[in-house]
């Protein structure tokens, strides 16, 4: 970031999960305070696009995450791929890709409403900085990143990662688990363009009301000074 540059400040993105669509379109309206709803396709019995969708009145990330990285998909890829196009087809602000699946025409038809994205749930790769700069090479409007660090040291390196982005804006970097809290509540130190927020505990989310309430999430600046105590 240059001198004299402000960064934007970073968002909240509630995910929301739910056993039908119509169920997770009325969690969907129930989300409070938050910037974006992402939409986990994955975790209904009776996927519909449409549904999922209609009425919507908060910017939407459309995700069907496939067991093979961490999700509940457990149809073909032919199949999550149409869910995923017609996501895009009918408007969807954002569709979620994993980086892995190779769905390059989704990517290069919609670079602007792709989230790129990786996880890795057993720790955090050698060679994430150069994947980092791969997914970038793909020229979509965002990529995520989601690693699991081993103690709070692992940190600095994520911090270090998201603070020499020359694409500001464009990076969503979480450490999940408990490890990873300073990233999901101080996204902008990570170089994060949002957050996520909800009720994925076992990845170490917390909810939007816990974000905005209790770690003021809204209130804190980027040149706030931070303490902490670890043991």
Partial sequence: MTQ?????????????????????????????????????L?????????????????????????TWEGGGFTGSEEARKRLLADALARGAEFVDVEW?????????ASPDRIVLSSHDFTGIPADLESRMNAMRGAGTRVIKVAVTPSCLADLLTLQRLGANSHTEGR???????????????????FGSAWTYAGDLGDIGQVTVGSLVDFYRFREVTEDAGLYGVAG
């Fill in 4 to 40: 004299g540059t402000v960064r934007p400040r970073a968002g909240i993105c509630a995910t929301v999960t739910a056993p039908t669509t119509a169920e997770l379109r009325r969690r969907r309206d129930a989300v409070v305070g938050a910037d974006l709803v992402e939409l986990r």
């Fill in 42 to 66: 994955d975790s209904v019995i009776d996927p519909d696009v449409a549904g999922a969708l209609a009425g919507r009145q908060t910017a939407v990330i459309v995700t069907c995450r496939p």
């Fill in 100 to 108: 892995r699946a190779g769905f390059s025409d989704l990517t290069a």
């Fill in 171 to 189: 990076t969503v970097l979480i450490a999940m688990g408990e490890r990873g809290l300073a990233t999901r509540v101080l996204p902008e130190r």
